[in-house]
């Protein structure tokens, strides 16, 4: 790929987070190979589950205990922490977003099972995912209460009314559901009660009685099939609640916005990884710019160098406090901005029928378009943001509360 900014050294970068840039470097160009068949047809997945790209994201989002040993081949010798994902996300959407997306992996579940699921439930979750070919889901958008989780709808009722203590059933439905037409395995978060406490968040496997996922029909990001989920009287066992083990502030919505502050700022290292891709291809495709031209260009490679930067930066903090809302949602804020504006601006340069001539500039118009609403809008980030600094008159870290509408 051709070199910008994003190509020089980032001093928060040590060798051993250099050696994973180059690892995801080295793959990425398989997902774009693959880019066009899998939005043309997302649900044909089959010839593209031996990707290279696909096993090297799967493997970094498996801890290192629940690896089996083709997964742990993938990882040997490269860092494992949260800029270390941030960094693969970042090269391996450089490659394709979409692409990136489509691959079986633990993804937003994953973070919920690995922030509030006891030992045995992740190792459940875990080994499904592990085979690199079964995709997990994490359901909590609502068609009629987006996230709020006052409003939720979806219920968990006792199997047995005189006994609490026993299994439950499932009743509710979900939307935007990445994967949640063909999850093998994934996390629904529902309400025991009437209290913000009485959300509970279940591992759910699929098949299963009464459980139902059907694709809805998107623009971009296709090949995450993004869907809707319905739930009838499904049979859930009581230890697939996650979080038994903790106080009851850190069973249900707590997992939740943990997860979401850190997918914020993997979608912010998508994006970035995405604005580069249209860099990349531009700056190959127009050979010789004019003076104005060559100016736009090297004013991109500046602002996605920055906000690469941003996004190192901000993965460090939320690794360091899990609280810090404020960082991931002024991080998402800028790399949205950013890729919307590169996508919008650089195909320009390639004359007015760009988009046409060039399958994959249109593409990437769609999917950059796709990540403004992934993890909560720009809006709600902002509203975010305006809360916290009307309470305390500063930006603080995050509190355990999600606003209406915020996540994925």
Same mark, same amino acid.
Request: aromatic share 4%; hydrophobic share 45%.
């Given at each position: 790929?051709?070199? @910008?900014?994003?190509?020089?050294?980032?001093?928060?970068?040590?060798?051993?987070?250099?050696?994973?840039?180059? &690892?995801?470097?080295? $793959?990425?160009?398989?997902? +774009?190979?693959?880019?066009?068949?899998?939005?043309?047809?997302?649900?044909?997945?089959? /010839?593209?589950?031996?990707?290279?790209?696909?096993?090297?994201? #799967?493997?970094? =989002?498996?801890?290192? +205990?629940?690896?089996?040993?083709?997964?742990?081949?993938?990882?040997?010798?490269?860092? #494992?922490?949260?800029?270390?994902?941030?960094?693969?996300?970042?090269?391996?959407? +450089?490659?394709?977003? !979409?692409?990136?997306?489509?691959?079986? %992996?633990?993804?937003?579940?994953?973070? $919920?099972?690995?922030?509030?699921?006891?030992? #045995?439930?992740?190792?459940?979750?875990?080994? &499904?995912?592990?085979?690199?070919?079964?995709?997990?889901?994490?359901?909590?958008?609502?068609?009629?209460?987006? *996230?709020?989780?006052?409003?939720?709808?979806?219920?968990?009722?006792?199997?047995?009314?005189?006994?609490?203590?026993?299994?439950?059933?499932?009743?509710?439905?979900?939307?935007?559901?990445?994967?949640?037409? +063909?999850?093998?395995?994934?996390? $629904?978060?529902?309400?025991?009660?009437? *209290?913000?406490? =009485?959300?509970?968040?279940?591992?759910?496997?699929?098949?299963?009685?009464?459980?139902?996922?059907?694709?809805?029909?998107?623009?971009?990001?296709?090949?995450?099939?993004? *869907?809707?989920?319905?739930?009838?009287?499904?049979?859930?066992?009581?230890?697939?609640? @996650?979080?038994?083990?903790?106080?009851?502030?850190?069973?249900?919505?707590? !997992?939740?916005?943990?997860?979401?502050? !850190?997918?914020?700022?993997?979608?912010? %290292?998508?994006?970035?990884?995405? %604005?580069?891709?249209?860099? /990349?291809?531009?700056?190959?495709?127009?050979?010789?710019?004019?003076?104005?031209?060559?100016?736009?260009?090297?004013?991109?490679?500046?602002?996605?160098?920055?906000?690469?930067?941003? $996004?190192?930066?901000?993965?460090?903090?939320?690794?360091?406090?899990? !609280?810090?809302?404020?960082?991931?949602?002024?991080?998402?804020?800028?790399?949205?901005?950013?890729?919307?504006?590169?996508?919008?601006?650089?195909?320009?340069?390639?004359?007015?029928?760009?988009?046409?001539?060039?399958?994959?500039?249109?593409?990437?118009?769609?999917?950059?378009?796709?990540?403004?609403?992934?993890?909560?809008?720009?809006?709600?980030?902002?509203?975010?943001?305006?809360?916290?600094?009307? &309470?305390?008159?500063?930006?603080?870290?995050?509190?355990?509360?999600?606003?209406?509408?915020?996540?994925?």
């Amino acid at each position: 790929m051709t070199a @910008l900014a994003l190509d020089a050294e980032d001093p928060v970068l040590d060798a051993a987070h250099r050696r994973m840039r180059a &690892r995801a470097r080295e $793959v990425a160009p398989a997902l +774009r190979e693959a880019a066009l068949a899998i939005d043309a047809d997302p649900a044909r997945m089959d /010839d593209h589950l031996g990707n290279p790209a696909f096993r090297l994201f #799967r493997a970094m =989002g498996i801890p290192e +205990r629940f690896q089996d040993e083709r997964n742990r081949a993938e990882v040997r010798g490269l860092p #494992r922490d949260f800029l270390a994902l941030m960094i693969c996300s970042m090269e391996l959407a +450089r490659g394709d977003a !979409g692409t990136m997306f489509a691959a079986p %992996a633990p993804a937003l579940a994953g973070v $919920v099972v690995r922030t509030i699921g006891d030992e #045995r439930q992740q190792a459940s979750f875990y080994e &499904r995912i592990a085979d690199g070919a079964t995709w997990a889901f994490c359901a909590i958008t609502e068609p009629q209460a987006g *996230s709020d989780a006052t409003r939720m709808q979806t219920a968990l009722t006792p199997a047995d009314p005189g006994d609490r203590s026993g299994d439950w059933l499932l009743n509710g439905a979900k939307k935007y559901v990445g994967n949640g037409s +063909r999850g093998g395995v994934g996390v $629904v978060f529902a309400q025991t009660g009437t *209290s913000p406490l =009485g959300v509970r968040a279940v591992l759910l496997e699929l098949p299963a009685p009464g459980a139902h996922g059907e694709a809805l029909d998107m623009i971009g990001l296709r090949g995450a099939r993004i *869907s809707e989920m319905t739930f009838r009287e499904v049979p859930i066992a009581r230890d697939r609640l @996650l979080g038994a083990h903790l106080p009851a502030t850190r069973r249900g919505m707590w !997992g939740a916005v943990t997860a979401f502050y !850190g997918a914020r700022v993997q979608v912010s %290292a998508t994006a970035v990884g995405l %604005a580069a891709a249209v860099h /990349d291809y531009v700056r190959a495709e127009r050979r010789t710019p004019s003076p104005a031209e060559r100016r736009v260009l090297e004013t991109a490679s500046l602002r996605i160098a920055a906000v690469a930067r941003l $996004v190192h930066r901000t993965a460090l903090l939320v690794e360091a406090d899990q !609280g810090r809302g404020d960082a991931s949602a002024l991080c998402k804020l800028e790399a949205v901005r950013l890729v919307r504006d590169v996508t919008r601006r650089l195909p320009a340069l390639l004359g007015r029928g760009a988009l046409l001539d060039h399958p994959l500039l249109e593409k990437w118009a769609r999917d950059a378009a796709a990540l403004e609403l992934m993890e909560g809008t720009s809006d709600i980030q902002r509203l975010r943001l305006a809360q916290d600094f009307a &309470r305390s008159g500063t930006v603080p870290a995050g509190r355990d509360t999600v606003p209406a509408g915020e996540g994925g």
